[in-house]
């Protein structure tokens, strides 16, 4: 396992991917607290033409807050981002082969699966990390992050709904045989689960509303309230791993 | 000892089916062709030995131990070739066969002598680029490499040398013979005078059958006596020979066709008493070409 958890290394850094997404999480990163800095300034450019329509704009306040508000909102589309480049991760190989040489070697599929694995799951948290860590980091300069509340949890809870689609990105990975099967089957999975959210009842336990991280930061909610969320995601990570290792072990080649 | 041996095998795709009834086995350090037209069901049977393809009945077995589909532990005695041999681009040769000797849990010392050794055996030694821009005679070559890395006890090629120029075919041939002091091949083709060069036994696969196996040899006592051709001198003895045994066909300008080689010394007393003039009495070489054409029903 080891062995190809260093050759998808070897593979993310020579085909670019890693540096790709290294990219954009940095940026996400960079823009929540810059966007924040910035509003004061846009509101005050903008304030000419605001009036000419009626609008009148007063000294807008920016905190931590807006930052975070931002990074809430931008942390989905980073996610979408990641799933778009990692979906061809093992349906590339179904498609030229690759796996072929490796598996006629006596390596187990279970190897080949748990190192995809191990290494999507670790890139999601390192490059969520990365973004956390640069946003946190320049509210803790620019402002105080002391104003939100519960920050730990509900970025953890962000973190593991990526980690909970990364987990149908590789059970659809282990049945599908091409990358745009993955997407639709990843995406209407998380898509569907999105919309059921919209009844009360559903939203109590489905992932989706791990999203939500600011109600916990305006202390509109408590860290308890998820747990249903956090177990249901759990199972469904678990399951998806389970399906995964079963039906890579009967996939066609 | 038998190394590969497949009983009463039976494939079929959905309708198709691929593989009736296919039987035969592989004894050890032999050199074993495995002979068929295009889409005759080679590959699929190949696949079905490295249980990469589920079989439909039948078992097949690696050195004693059978076949599974899926994750089968018989692959750790393995050497395979695919028709067309795919690799990591990003990789350059010897960086993919360090791979290949992690994967297979060898020694990092031993690794990395046996990959320059292997990249010695098939010339790709000083070729430093990566896999990206290899042409397929070069991913052929590291397709041989990567096969012999984890001294199999059985190497499975397949259709190992139709993308190769005349050189590197003699090449490869050569290292396929070299590797039977070590391991047993098989190998698939339709390229017959591959199987004349270097195979110990064949087996020919004909609408999902084994329509013909056994040492070349033995295989090729079982083609019927080769047909002769006679040409004589003047076209009139040509007509005068053909009226009197209108079995013979007619293969060119005077010259006559004998199928039925036994009723030579007949057609020879004939010619002799009536003192014709011969230019060519020739027998034609019995070659697995014709045995080919011959089973295949062409």
Redesign the interface.
């Known amino acids: 396992m080891?062995?190809?958890l260093?050759?998808e290394w070897?593979?993310w850094n020579?085909?670019g991917r890693s540096w790709i997404l290294m990219l954009v999480f940095v940026l996400f990163g960079i823009m929540n607290p810059a966007l924040a800095k910035l509003t004061p300034w846009l509101m005050e450019a903008l304030s000419d033409s605001l009036a000419d329509t009626g609008l009148v704009t007063t000294a807008v306040q920016v905190d931590a807050m807006t930052s975070w508000a931002q990074f809430y909102k931008n942390i989905p589309i980073g996610l979408i981002i990641f799933i778009l480049i990692v979906s061809g991760n093992f349906t590339a190989e179904y498609e030229?082969?690759?796996l072929?040489?490796?598996?006629?070697?006596?390596?187990?599929?279970?190897s080949v699966l748990a190192a995809k694995a191990v290494f999507l799951y670790g890139s999601w948290t390192v490059l969520y990390a990365v973004c956390f860590g640069i946003t946190y980091g320049y509210n803790a300069y620019f402002w105080d992050n002391g104003i939100a509340g519960n920050l730990f949890f509900a970025a953890a809870y962000t973190w593991v709904f990526g980690i909970w689609t990364v987990a149908l990105l590789i059970f659809f990975s282990a049945v599908s045989k091409s990358s745009s099967q993955v997407l639709l089957g990843t995406g209407g999975a998380a898509l569907g689960v999105y919309l059921l959210s919209v009844f009360p009842k559903l939203d109590a336990f489905l992932p989706a509303r791990l999203l939500r991280g600011l109600d916990l930061l305006q202390r509109a909610k408590s860290p308890g309230d998820y747990h249903a969320n956090i177990a249901a995601a759990g199972l469904m990570v678990l399951l998806c791993m389970v399906l995964s290792v079963g039906c890579f072990?009967?996939?066609?080649? | 000892m038998k190394m590969l041996s497949l009983s009463h095998v039976a494939k079929n795709f959905g309708e198709k089916q691929v593989l009736r009834d296919v039987s035969f086995s592989v004894p050890e350090h032999t050199v074993f062709g495995f002979v068929g037209q295009n889409g005759a069901g080679k590959t699929t049977a190949m696949k079905m030995i490295?249980g990469?393809?589920p079989v439909n009945s039948g078992e097949i077995t690696v050195d004693g131990m059978p076949v599974r589909?899926?994750?089968t532990?018989t692959?750790?005695f393995?050497?395979?070739l695919?028709d067309?041999?795919?690799?990591?681009p990003?990789?350059t040769p010897s960086?993919y066969l360090r791979?290949?000797g992690?994967?297979?849990g060898m020694p990092a010392k031993e690794t990395k002598s046996r990959c320059e050794e292997l990249l010695r055996l098939v010339g790709l030694e000083k070729e430093k680029h990566r896999i990206k821009g290899f042409s397929r005679g070069m991913k052929q070559r590291l397709?041989v490499a990567?096969?012999l890395?984890?001294r199999p006890k059985l190497l499975i090629c397949d259709e190992p040398t139709s993308a190769l120029d005349p050189a590197g075919r003699k090449e490869l041939l050569d290292i396929l013979t070299a590797a039977k002091e070590e391991t047993t091949v098989l190998f698939s083709t339709h390229i017959l005078s591959d199987v004349e060069h270097i195979c110990d036994e064949m087996a020919f696969l004909h609408e999902g059958k084994i329509a013909l196996k056994g040492s070349l040899d033995e295989v090729r006592k079982l083609k019927k006596a080769s047909a002769v051709t006679v040409e004589m001198e003047y076209p009139e003895d040509t007509k005068a020979l053909r009226q009197a045994f209108p079995f013979l066909k007619a293969a060119g300008k005077n010259s006559l066709l004998l199928e039925e080689a036994e009723r030579l010394p007949e057609l020879l007393h004939w010619i002799a008493d009536r003192r014709y003039p011969v230019m060519r009495i020739e027998r034609q070489e019995a070659d697995l070409e014709d045995l080919f054409m011959e089973v295949v029903g062409k």
């Open positions: 080891n062995a190809f260093k050759k070897m593979e020579r085909t030229k082969g690759t072929i040489p490796v598996i006629t070697k006596g390596l187990s599929r279970w072990d009967r996939k066609q080649l | 490295l990469l393809l589909y899926g994750n532990p692959n750790r393995i050497g395979y695919p067309v041999p795919e690799f990591y990003y990789m960086e791979f290949c992690e994967i297979s397709g990567q096969a890395f984890g």
